[in-house]
């Protein structure tokens, strides 16, 4: 029993598409809230989880809803397609609002002016606001007027140009200031942004669980968690990629924090479509998942008319149990994972002054490498040991990064990232394959909307949470915030029993022969 590598890759093509689109989305979506529209990192989280409310019903909607799709293409190709599609657009156009709200700020977005400087300070200089680290100061009292224009987003340190601290903690907190005054005076932009994004959103949700539930639909149940590393690792291919135009573009730099997105955004969509056209001119779904049910009932994997169409067997009660106890560590240790990937540009800008797309980038590259390994280590010792592992492994990461800051060795704060590219890829190379194991072929879209559900709730309340805590205690509770979740994940996943994976139907020698060593 051999995994086929070459169709895997050739199906992570939509999850390479996927993976593209949200590490622009994580990565852009906040800075573009805070920076151009003002928002506090609450009420940009409260925006962030507007989006992923919709999911939390679309999802395993058009999951179910393409298990019972019989069009000539494949139960989910036609979702794939016309989702990407249509998101694909819709990024494109989302550029072109944030170059208009840039415009309505224009007279304190340009960076390191005297006038835009000057112009802040004299509607600002009465006011309170906060660091990023969380301290309150009214900049009249903290800056004359000369002094305030006279700073710069970078200063020259031991020969080199480093960003100036009173840039990040003070101007930058002003012009946010400035920036959501002027956008409660016209909100058009704001609520026209929002609307947006709620589209982009269905538009994902129509293929998304689609997309992920494609890879159990071709595969063999004991394969599952190789394939589900292959195409991760396709997944993290697609954000590398992002994260590399990130670099291009300079998206981190605090002199491109009010930048115009529209070329970055437009080589995404481009990257989007292109992933689809590969996708649609070698991927046959009909004729791949006609061959794994006929191999599945060979091997006694299923009973004949068990992978069709429609719905499966029902749960046991203990099966039931595990069920909701991993659907509930997923819940937690998106809380946490999350957390980092929504806030970490933001967090990385004003606390560590680093370059985000670096370091995300050599998380990226930490999971691509352990990908396959995890998914051969998990087809031995088991899926479920495998993810606990990763679960210790991401509450230490997140647990060390806690004690870093802008003094702290890059290298350090790399290698943590590393570590936690490592541990999620060990958690997510068996959390899904778990999931759909507990159910028929016929219902592995819907359990695939389980599993994004669960996902997804987190989404929804973690950016909110985790953005009320940094306005009120500052940014630096991130990681601890974040490792106290995954630390819960831990203890809940213990009581998981079922969705391991199943032996192999051969015995003795014949096994032997098919294991894929």
């Known amino acids: 029993m051999k995994l086929n590598y070459k169709r895997t890759i050739l199906v992570g093509f939509a999850f390479f598409l996927i993976c593209a689109f949200w590490q622009a989305y994580d990565n852009t979506i906040p800075l573009i809230l805070t ?15 507007l989006d992923n409310i919709l999911a939390l019903f679309l999802l395993p909607l058009f999951g179910a809803i393409s298990d019972r799709c019989t069009s000539r293409r494949g139960r989910r190709t036609p979702f794939i397609v016309i989702g990407t599609l249509i998101a694909a657009v819709l990024l494109i156009v989302l550029s072109f609002v944030d170059s208009a ?37 009214v900049l009249g009292e903290k800056f004359t007027l000369e002094e305030f224009t006279a700073i710069r987003s970078q200063i020259t340190q031991d020969g080199e140009m480093v960003t100036n601290p009173d840039y990040t903690n003070y101007v930058v907190p002003a012009r946010q200031a400035c920036a959501w005054q002027a956008t409660a005076e016209s909100p058009t ?47 993290s291919a697609g954000g590398i990629l992002v994260l590399i135009l990130g670099m291009v573009f300079a998206t981190s730099a605090v002199r491109n924090s009010l930048m115009s997105y529209t070329g970055y955004f437009g080589i995404i969509a481009a990257v989007m479509l292109a992933a689809l056209v590969v996708f649609m001119l ?8 006609a061959e794994m049910r006929e191999q599945s009932v060979a091997l006694g994997l299923e009973e004949s008319g068990e992978n069709g169409e429609g719905g499966g067997r029902r749960l046991s009660m203990d099966e039931i149990k595990s069920l909701v106890f991993i659907l509930l560590s997923i819940v937690l240790w998106f809380f946490g994972y999350n957390a980092v990937t929504s806030k970490y540009s933001v967090y990385a800008s004003n606390i560590l002054h680093k370059d985000y797309n670096l370091t995300l980038i050599i998380a990226q590259a930490a999971a691509i490498v352990a990908y396959l390994p995890v998914g051969f280590i998990a087809s031995k010792v088991g899926r479920k040991k495998t ?3 990763g679960v210790l492994m991401l509450t230490a990461a997140f647990t060390v990064a806690s004690f870093l800051n802008a003094s702290s060795p890059t290298m350090l704060m790399n290698a943590m990232f590393a570590l936690a590219g490592i541990a999620w890829a060990t958690i997510n190379v068996n959390s899904f ?12 879209g819907k359990y695939t909307g389980f599993y994004y559900t ?29 490792a106290a979740f995954t630390a819960l994940a831990f203890v809940t996943m213990l009581f998981v029993r079922h969705g391991d994976s199943r032996p192999e139907a051969k015995k003795g020698l014949d096994a032997l022969e098919d294991m894929d060593n």
């Open 35 to 49: 920076n151009k529209f003002g928002m506090s990192q609450a009420w940009s989280g409260v925006i962030m989880a």
């Open 101 to 137: 709200q840039l415009r309505h700020i224009r007279d304190v977005s340009t960076i390191d002016d005297p006038q835009a400087l000057e112009t802040i300070y004299e509607r600002e200089s009465g006011s309170t606001l906060i660091t990023p680290a969380g301290q309150k100061f």
């Open 189 to 235: 932009t704001l609520v026209f942004s929002i609307v947006l994004l709620l589209m982009i959103l269905v538009s994902m949700a129509v293929f998304r669980s689609p997309a992920v539930a494609l890879m159990p639909d071709v595969t063999l149940k004991p394969l599952r968690s190789k394939a589900n590393a292959v195409i991760n690792l396709m997944g």
């Open 282 to 289: 070698t991927v046959r779904e009909p004729e791949w998942a």
């Open 387 to 389: 993810i606990l592992a």
């Open 433 to 444: 394959p778990m999931v759909v194991e507990m159910c028929s072929g016929g219902d592995v």
């Open 454 to 482: 669960a996902s997804m709730a987190a989404q929804v309340a973690t950016p909110m949470l985790s953005g009320l805590l940094m306005d009120k205690l500052g940014m630096h509770v991130l990681f601890p915030y974040a």
